[in-house]
């Protein structure tokens, strides 16, 4: 690494230079992510909290990515956002197209020196975001050598792996993934992880196999925030969560944190998974984390799934379809909510109110009743029919 001795700036005591860098990058949150050539880069992150709060349905993901209100319903736009494999960092995902990169990609770029004095504070400072699994191996593997003559980001990963304190990871993968990585045994997980091969699946769960075990050894980390969901229309209720979250190597990882905590030698680490909210007709104690189950090995949080996916059709055409998710009368108190609020604000709808409603589905279910049919039916009577509940 060049000293830099004829740059007045790069001569500058540390802390002054810090001081100039600390006006420049202003990030709290940034995305690493592959380039289609393979490069890693870095852009900013529109989207820091990935966990909406409770309201109404305009909060959810699906509602977020709404087009121009004079956009038609099929708006290939709108349709492609809801398709973004970076999930609720739809927008974030758009920016980085853009070539909006984050300014710290440019200082990055300037020579090793400031590549150094940058990476650091912007790790010590930033969340990192992640969303795929292609990026979440390579940063979590251990350093390496760095092969001779490269330029293109100097050595960010192996730079990266050392200071990473704060890494939320977004995962919005193929049904077919989480299906494969719910049937795998213990004893199959090393085997997974070494396969190589052009099957798209089988290479998720390789990256999957290998990532969470490695991130459970990044020496900094303090706190994992986790967001997964699949990229169909039906409920997550139809994945094994319990065998996905709570075997495997999400066990490992949990493994290497708990032996980090009994060494007593580093802080403990907050693990939080953001899951959608379980479907009472499909959520089993053997198969999801409800009630009745041992609890999860990290903190999980439910959330609502968006009720809007993007599809292409037969025809190669980007469209819109509609798939209600639990709770499906959500609807109804939000617009009785907001109908009978003298200011009309959305946000009249309460977390209690939620609650209620989703008690009063989940009975209905249990029961055996028609839920969907009943919305429909409540939905054709109008507001009115919420008082009867």
């Avoid at 992150?45 to 709404?66: M, V, Y």
């Avoid at 944190?257 to 959520?283: I, M, S, T, W, Y």
Wanted: some cysteine; aromatic content about 8%; proline content about 7%.
């Amino acid at each position: 690494m060049h000293a830099q001795l004829d740059s007045q700036f790069m001569s500058a005591p540390a802390e002054t230079r810090r001081a100039i860098y600390q006006h420049i990058v202003t990030s709290s949150s940034i995305h690493i992510f592959l380039s289609p050539q393979g490069h890693l880069q870095v852009s900013t992150c529109l989207e820091p909290s990935i966990s909406p709060p409770l309201g109404g349905f305009h909060q959810t993901p699906s509602e977020r990515r709404r087009c121009p209100k004079n956009a038609g319903e099929n708006d290939p736009t709108f349709a492609r956002r809801l398709m973004s494999s970076w999930g609720p960092h739809w927008e974030c995902e758009e920016a980085s197209q853009a070539r909006d990169l984050d300014c710290t990609s440019n200082l990055l770029s300037v020579c090793k020196k400031m590549f150094l004095d940058v990476w650091t504070m912007v790790l010590e400072r930033a969340t990192i975001n992640v969303t795929d699994l292609a990026t979440l191996e390579l940063l979590s593997r251990m350093p390496t050598e760095e092969a001779p003559g490269s330029s293109h980001l100097w050595n960010l990963a192996n730079y990266a792996y050392p200071l990473i304190q704060r890494l939320q990871v977004t995962l919005w993968l193929p049904l077919a993934v989480f299906e494969a990585l719910a049937g795998l045994q213990e004893d199959h997980l090393a085997c997974a992880a070494q396969y190589v091969g052009d099957d798209t699946t089988a290479v998720a769960c390789a990256l999957w196999a290998r990532s969470w075990p490695a991130v459970g050894q990044l020496p900094q980390l303090r706190n994992l925030h986790v967001w997964l969901d699949h990229d169909g229309s039906s409920s997550w209720s139809h994945v094994r969560e319990r065998q996905v979250v709570g075997t495997g190597s999400v066990a490992v990882l949990a493994a290497h944190l708990q032996d980090r905590a009994r060494a007593g030698n580093l802080p403990p680490v907050e693990v939080l998974f953001n899951l959608p909210k379980l479907h009472p007709a499909f959520a089993r104690p053997e198969t999801h984390y409800v009630t009745q189950s041992p609890p999860p090995p990290f903190a999980i949080e439910r959330r609502f799934r968006q009720n809007t996916h993007g599809e292409i059709g037969a025809d190669g055409i980007l469209r819109i379809k509609h798939e209600m998710d639990f709770p499906i009368t959500k609807m109804l108190v939000i617009i009785f909510k907001y109908n009978n609020d003298p200011d009309g604000d959305w946000e009249a709808v309460t977390e209690d109110d939620i609650r209620e409603v989703e008690d009063y589905e989940t009975m209905l279910w249990k029961r055996g009743s028609d839920v969907n049919a009943y919305f429909e039916d409540m939905s054709s009577f109008g507001e009115t029919s919420w008082a009867h509940i």
